[in-house]
């Protein structure tokens, strides 16, 4: 019997030689995932894709739309980056008139696609009205590089410098406005600035839970990004507003919830009801708008 075993078990053996062949794909699954983690969390559209002839699209009599001003400016690293500074107005006749907003939302969008691709959000933006600056990460849209997590900091760090430096924007004027991805350097932002507020929309705890959720057989430990809103959150003591919906199909519900619930006062939650996670503005219509109103109006100092 002793024999059987030991030959069973020998290098000759099947399970033997099952189990060097299913611990050689982990190895290789582990060794693919640290060198493309950042190519299966990213997901950039550069331009020329999207949708960037926007000054092309018509206001009706009466209709209030974006005026569009292309910004150019650089993170510390020197990496280039663009984005969108849109201030509202009405067409009345034949004249254009600019509608007085004082509050400006730094925007940090969604994972996919590029700033252009939230252009019907922007304009439902200019109701409220506020002044909205949406930027690409590095590697979306006009941007330059690549996508990365330390990335994601020095972008949005480079956003709020630009607003406040050339562009002269008082800090108590800005919300900041992070949904899904964007929630990450949005909450990691609003830890080092006095910004008046932020507005976290349908975003997660960590980049281990978000993985947890979509892939539940990765190892966790052996990802690189981290993301930790979750323990982020606890150092942002200005005025927060959170978003989310129980039919958010991307971001489970209950990880936008905890975000709120580990968040030190003032705070408020407005759940979005039966919106996916691209259509919360489309769903929530015009009280998602009044609830944005509401809160930046309560931001003003």
């Given at each position: 019997m002793t024999s059987i075993i030991k030959n069973v078990w020998s290098s000759n053996g099947l399970p033997w030689r099952l189990a060097r062949i299913i611990l050689a794909v982990?190895?290789?699954?582990?060794?693919?995932?640290?060198?493309?983690?950042?190519?299966?969390?990213?997901?950039?559209?550069?331009?020329?894709?999207?949708?960037w002839a926007v000054d092309e699209l018509p206001a009706s009599?009466?209709?209030?739309?974006?005026?569009?001003?292309?910004?150019?400016?650089?993170?510390?690293?020197?990496?280039?980056?663009?984005?969108?500074?849109?201030?509202?107005i009405r067409r009345e006749r034949a004249n254009i008139v600019p509608l007085?907003?004082?509050?400006?939302?730094?925007?940090?969008?969604?994972n996919a696609g590029n700033i252009s691709y939230r252009y019907d959000m922007i304009r439902a933006m200019m109701n409220l009205p506020v002044q909205v600056f949406i930027v690409d990460y590095r590697g979306?849209?006009?941007?330059?590089?690549?996508?990365n997590e330390p990335?994601?900091?020095?972008?949005?760090?480079a956003a709020w410098d630009y607003l406040i430096g050339p562009r002269r924007v008082a800090a108590g004027r800005i919300v900041i406005f992070g949904k899904s991805l964007g929630g990450v350097p949005a909450i990691d932002l609003a830890t080092r600035v006095?910004?008046?507020?932020?507005?976290?929309?349908?975003?997660?705890?960590?980049?281990?839970?978000?993985?947890?959720t979509l892939v539940p057989f990765l190892p966790r430990a052996f990802l690189r990004a981290r993301m930790d809103s979750l323990e982020?959150?606890?150092?942002?003591?200005?005025?927060?507003l959170f978003i989310h919906s129980q039919a958010d199909e991307v971001v489970p519900y209950k990880l936008g919830h905890r975000l709120f619930e580990a968040a030190p006062e003032p705070k408020r939650?407005?759940?979005?009801?039966?919106?996916?996670?691209?259509?919360?503005?489309?769903?929530?219509?015009e009280e998602y708008l009044a609830a944005l109103r509401r809160f930046i109006n309560e931001c003003k100092k």
């Open positions: 982990v190895i290789i699954s582990l060794i693919l995932l640290m060198t493309f983690e950042d190519r299966l969390i990213f997901f950039p559209t550069k331009y020329p894709d999207g949708y009599e009466g209709e209030i739309a974006p005026r569009i001003e292309d910004c150019h400016f650089a993170a510390s690293d020197g990496m280039k980056l663009h984005g969108w500074y849109c201030t509202p007085a907003a004082d509050m400006v939302l730094l925007w940090f969008h969604g979306y849209g006009k941007s330059e590089g690549k996508p990335g994601l900091y020095l972008d949005a760090q006095d910004a008046a507020g932020l507005i976290v929309q349908s975003s997660f705890t960590s980049a281990a839970d978000m993985a947890a982020k959150i606890q150092q942002v003591h200005c005025p927060k939650f407005y759940e979005v009801k039966g919106s996916p996670h691209n259509s919360t503005y489309i769903v929530g219509g």
